[in-house]
C-alpha cells in the first residue's frame, strides 16, 4: 500500500505509456498541424501557404459530402454498437444459465479480422452471384426489393457502415455486461421491496448505475466512427456515396500527393473529435445536475 503512496513509483509506472503515447499520437498530430499550413508533395521543399488548405477544404464540395456521410455513418454505428449493445446486455444481465456462450457468440466478431468482415459483408449483399440478403429477400417473397445494395447510391453508405457497427456489438456488449452485473444487488432487492420491477428497475436503477459507463462508451463509440476508416475503406464503392472524412483525407494525401491539405483535413478530425467528447461530456454533465 505504501507504493501507491509514492509518487516515484507512479511516475515510473505512468511514464513508459505517457512516452509512447506522445510518440504515437501527440507528435503526428503536431506535424499534421505543421504540415496543414504547407504545401507538400513529400518530395519537394514544403512551401508556407497560411490558412490556404483550410479555405479550399471549406470551399470543397467533395469534403462536405464526406462530412455528411460521416454523420449518416457515425448515427448507425453508435446506435448499432452502445444501443443495441446495451439491449442485449440488459437481456443477458437475467440469464442464469450458459451467460458465458452468449457473451463469447456476440463478442467473437470483435477478434475477426477486419479484411474478412469486409469480404463476408460484400458476399452478403451481392446480387450476382446471389448474396444472402437477396436470397432471404426471395426466400419470403419480396424478391422485389432485391438489390446491389452497395452499388445502388440510396443504399450504399448504410450498407458499408451496418458491418462496422455489427462488429463490435458484442464488445460493447461484454462492457456494459460487467457494469450491469457490478450494481450491488442490496440496490436491487431494496427497490424490488418498495415495488419496483421490470422496465422501471432498468429505468430507475440499473441505467444510473451505469450512467459513468455509457458516457464513456458513447465517447469511444463517437470518436471511433468519426475516424472509422478500414471496413468503408475496403468495402466501398468508386465515387462519392460511401466517401467518409477520413477515406477522403486519405486519398488527397496518398492517391493525388497533397500531404498539406490531406492533413488539414486530418486537424479537421481531431477537432470535430474532440467536439465530440466534449459534447457527450456536457450533456452526461447536464443530466448529473438535474439528477
Known sequence: MNVLKDKKAWLIFILPALIFYLGTVFVPIIQSLKYSFQQWNGIQEPAYIGFDNYIAMFKDSYFW????????YVVIVVFMQVFIGLFFALMLSYVTKGAGIFRTLYYLPAVVVTVAIAQMFRNFYSLQPLGLLNMFLDWVGLSHLQSAWLSNPHTALIAVSIPEGWRFIGMYMVIFYAALIAIPKEIEEAATIDGV???????????????????LSLIMCTTGALRGFDIPYIIGVPGSA????TTYMYKQA?????YGYGSSIAVFIVIESLLAVLLIRAIFNSRKGDA
Open 65 to 72: 459530402n464526406s462530412v455528411q456521410n460521416n454523420l449518416v
Open 197 to 215: 420491477s421490470g422496465w422501471q428497475l432498468i429505468r430507475y436503477i440499473k441505467l444510473p448505475s451505469i450512467m459513468h459507463v455509457l458516457s
Open 242 to 245: 460511401t466517401e467518409l472524412v
Open 254 to 258: 496518398f492517391s493525388t500527393i497533397q
